[in-house]
C-alpha cells in the first residue's frame, strides 16, 4: 500500500531526513515515534505530496509522490497538525466545500458527507458553526475531512495534541476503528498514544530509522532485562541468592526485603527472554520454598525509546 524507499530531504545543507525506508500494508496501523522534531512531519508531508523529497522515492497505493502527485492525492486523507477549518462555517457546510474541492461528484455529495458525519460522531454538530465546538469536536471534524472521499489512506499528524484525557480517549477509538478498513499512518511523540493504536512502530530519531515493527519485535531485538518480583515463603529463607544462581547463572543480584505478612519479597533481573514463569515455579519447588505472588516487567515501550532516543547525533544549528 505505501512503499518508501532510500527517502532523503535536505534543506540547504541541513537533512532533515536521511535515507528512510520502510513499508505499510492494507489494514495496518503504522505509528511514527520520535521526539519533536525527528523529522516526523517531513515524511508525512512527503507522502501527502506537500514536499517532495530530496532523494529517494514514495509509492501510494502505486502511484509516485514525485511523478503523480495528484493521483497521490486522490487516495489519501491527511490531517496535519493544525486542522485548517473555517470557523465561520456549519460542520455540513464545511464539508461540502471539501467535497466541492475533491471533486465528488453532486448526487454522491449528500452520501459522503453524512458518512463521514457518522463515522466521526458528528450527527447532532452539523449544523454548529465551527467555531461554537470544543477543540476535541475540531479535531473530528478534521478526520471527518479527511475521509470524506473515503480514501484507503489515511495520515494523520499528531491527531491528539493538545486535547484532554477524555478527547484523547474518544479521537483513539476512532483512528482504531478507521484502522479496520484503512490503512493509516500517525505520527505522535506520546508513548502511550502508540500502545493503544498501533499494531506497528517505526521509531525516528534524528531523521533515521532508529527501529521498526511490532514494539514486542523490536524489544526482542534489544538486549534488555526482564525484572522479577516474587514474594516467597518457607522454612529456610537463609542462602536466597546461592539457591538463585541455581536458578539460572545470568540472573543480576537480587534484592530481599522482609514482606509485611511474612516471607520475603525477592527481586531480580536477567536477560530478557531467558526465564519463564514455569521455571521460577519449578525452582521454587525444588528450593522449598512457596511462591505467594509473582510478576514479570518486561522491557517496555518507554525503555524502548528510550534506549534508542538518548545518544544523541551533533546538537543543530
Same mark, same amino acid.
Given at each position: 500500500m505505501i512503499k518508501v524507499q532510500g527517502l532523503t530531504k535536505r534543506y540547504g545543507s541541513f537533512a532533515a531526513v536521511? $535515507?528512510?525506508? #520502510?513499508?505499510?500494508?492494507? $489494514?495496518?496501523?503504522? @505509528? #511514527?515515534?520520535?521526539p519533536n522534531g525527528a523529522g516526523k512531519t517531513t515524511i508525512m508531508k512527503i507522502l501527502t505530496g506537500y514536499h517532495f523529497p530530496t532523494e529517494g522515492t514514495a509509492l501510494i497505493d502505486g502511484a509516485s509522490v514525485q511523478e503523480d502527485p495528484v493521483e497521490v492525492k486522490k487516495r489519501i486523507g491527511y490531517l496535519p497538525e493544525s486542522v485548517p477549518l473555517y470557523g465561520d462555517l456549519t460542520v455540513d457546510e464545511y464539508l461540502s466545500f471539501i467535497a466541492d474541492a475533491r471533486l465528488i461528484e453532486a448526487k454522491e455529495r449528500k452520501k459522503a458527507i453524512? /458518512?463521514?458525519?457518522? =463515522?466521526?460522531g458528528l450527527e447532532h454538530a452539523a449544523g454548529k458553526r465551527i467555531e461554537t465546538l470544543s477543540k476535541?469536536?475540531? %479535531?473530528?471534524? @478534521?478526520? =471527518?475531512? =479527511? *475521509?470524506? !472521499? $473515503?480514501?484507503?489512506i489515511l495520515i494523520l499528524d499528531e491527531p491528539t495534541s493538545g486535547l484532554d484525557p477524555n478527547? *484523547? *480517549?474518544e479521537i483513539r477509538g476512532l483512528i482504531k476503528e478507521l484502522g479496520k478498513r484503512k490503512t493509516v499512518i500517525l505520527s505522535t511523540h506520546i508513548l502511550q498514544e502508540v500502545e493503544a493504536v498501533c499494531s506497528q512502530v517505526l521509531i525516528i530519531n534524528e531523521g533515521r530509522i532508529a527501529a521498526q515493527g511490532s514494539p514486542e =519485535? *523490536?524489544?526482542?531485538?534489544?538486549?534488555g532485562t526482564d525484572t522479577w518480583e516474587l514474594i516467597l515463603k518457607g522454612a529456610e529463607l537463609r542462602g536466597i541468592p546461592e539457591k538463585l544462581s541455581r536458578l539460572d547463572g545470568a540472573i543480576k543480584p537480587a534484592l530481599l526485603e522482609p !514482606?509485611? /505478612?511474612? &516471607?520475603?519479597?525477592l527481586h531480580f533481573s536477567? %536477560?530478557?527472554?531467558?526465564? /519463564? &514463569?514455569?521455571?521460577? #515455579? $519449578?525452582w521454587s519447588v525444588? /528450593? &522449598?520454598l512457596k511462591i505467594l505472588g509473582m510478576n514479570q516487567k518486561k522491557l517496555s515501550l518507554e525503555d524502548i525509546f528510550v534506549k534508542l532516543t538518548s545518544e544523541q547525533e551533533e546538537p543543530r544549528i
Open positions: 536521511k $535515507d528512510v525506508s #520502510f513499508e505499510v500494508s492494507t $489494514d495496518q496501523v503504522l @505509528g #511514527f515515534l520520535g453524512q /458518512e463521514s458525519l457518522t =463515522a466521526c476535541g469536536y475540531k %479535531q473530528r471534524v @478534521g478526520l =471527518a475531512q =479527511a *475521509i470524506l !472521499h $473515503d480514501p484507503p478527547q *484523547i *480517549i =519485535a *523490536i524489544a526482542g531485538t534489544l538486549k !514482606h509485611p /505478612e511474612g &516471607g520475603i519479597n536477567v %536477560q530478557s527472554g531467558v526465564l /519463564e &514463569g514455569e521455571s521460577i #515455579f $519449578d525444588q /528450593e &522449598g
